[in-house]
């Protein structure tokens, strides 16, 4: 009885056979070469990738085009290949005097002047909303010379340095120029006029003869462009396509993140931004000029 039940068991349990040994491995040196390569290249590669400290540690680009003039405060002199400038421009058919700049005692500007008197200029800023916690922290001005147009920028790199870039702006000035800006009147100066206040620095600025090149431009192509933003302006009307630009809205954070200890790149590339703001000016002037004077040819 107990073999039969034996018998029985064996038949309810599948045969399991056994299993064959495994198979030779072929070609064992040439996956041997193949894992060898691989070590190689994983030891090389961990060799040259620097461990998250030593990036940590690396220095980051500090570098601002320029000299440094005072302490925190950066100069950068350019000068643009140009076609020369008329010796003397007429200003008349630009010129919009208003009631309130002959309240704040602007000098008129002057039917015709010497083009080495204007003095093109455009700010960087904090923020657009204005009112004194807005500081400008670079400032450009751009004159028409015998060699073209020549571009000096001013950038503080401190909070500090704020007065002396005040100053430096008022020195490259000098006494007699004529400013020229697009929405300068409304934005620009003011701003730059409440900094001096507050830097205890006397404000020449409101006195200076100052033709606002955004009203002569909205005179004559409001009917023409969609809107007369001088990025509009410069692509429809100047022919100006600008390659990589840094839009003027990333400023702030750009100097920012300088003064906190970050690359100097961004910062770099909104000076790039503010010189062609300031040639295009110029060449925004010179355009309303030569249409002026093909309209009045007979």
């Not at 599948?14 to 072929?26: D, G, H, L, N, R």
């Not at 400290?53 to 290949?81: F, K, M, N, Y």
């Not at 001096?196 to 200076?208: V, Y």
Request: proline residues 8%; charged residues 25%; hydrophobic residues 40%.
């Amino acid at each position: 009885m107990s073999a039969a039940l034996d018998w029985l068991k064996q038949q309810r349990r599948p045969a399991i056979a056994p299993s064959p040994p495994p198979p030779a491995a072929e070609h064992s040196e040439d996956w041997q070469d193949v894992f060898d390569t691989l070590r190689r290249l994983r030891e090389r590669g961990l060799r040259k990738a620097p461990s998250v400290e030593s990036r940590a540690a690396l220095p980051a680009d500090r570098t601002l085009p320029g000299d440094e003039i005072a302490p925190g405060l950066w100069r950068h002199v350019t000068q643009r290949a140009w076609p020369l400038a008329p010796a003397t421009i007429d200003l008349g058919e630009l010129a919009t005097p208003s009631s309130a700049s002959r309240r704040r005692g602007a000098a008129p500007l002057p039917g015709t002047v010497e083009a080495s008197r204007l003095a093109f200029f455009d700010t960087e800023t904090t923020g657009l909303a204005g009112g004194t916690g807005t500081r400008a922290f670079m400032v450009g001005i751009a004159r028409f010379t015998a060699e073209g147009l020549a571009i000096t920028q001013f950038t503080t790199a401190t909070m500090a340095a704020e007065a002396a870039l005040l100053r430096a702006m008022l020195d490259a000035l000098g006494d007699d120029a004529v400013l020229v800006s697009y929405n300068g009147k409304s934005y620009d100066r003011p701003l730059l006029g409440t900094r001096l206040r507050l830097s205890r620095i006397s404000d020449p600025l409101s006195r200076f003869p100052h033709l606002d090149l955004v009203h002569p431009t909205r005179r004559r192509l409001r009917q023409i462009l969609p809107d007369c933003r001088l990025a509009t302006v410069e692509r429809r009307w100047l022919g100006i396509v600008r390659d990589d630009d840094l839009p003027g809205s990333e400023a702030p954070a750009a100097w920012l993140g300088y003064l906190r200890g970050g690359s100097a790149a961004l910062l770099r590339r909104v000076g790039e931004h503010n010189a062609q703001d300031l040639a295009s000016l110029a060449g925004l002037l010179l355009k309303h000029i030569e249409v002026a004077a093909v309209r009045e040819s007979p």
